[in-house]
């Protein structure tokens, strides 16, 4: 995460099972930020809830080969 033009950016990189980069090793997937709002962080096309506090919520925004969009939730538990 970085601050640029006085906000906030997520700089993710897409690893396989064998830990290979999806991306070139210079490139990175970056998500601006839109909103914080209570135990929510709104990026474009990705958001992060904080849903209890050993919850989290993530939901990304996945576009396939014919440019249809959906929207994936992944859930993670503290343990």
Known sequence: MSEEAG???LKLKHFSADFEGWESQDECQEFRLV???GKEAR???LT???AASDRLEVYVVI???AGEQREE???FQRR
């Open 7 to 9: 906000s906030l950016v």
């Open 35 to 37: 909103a914080i709002e």
């Open 43 to 45: 990026f474009e096309g």
């Open 48 to 50: 992060y809830r904080l």
């Open 63 to 65: 576009s396939d080969t």
């Open 73 to 75: 939730k992944f859930e």
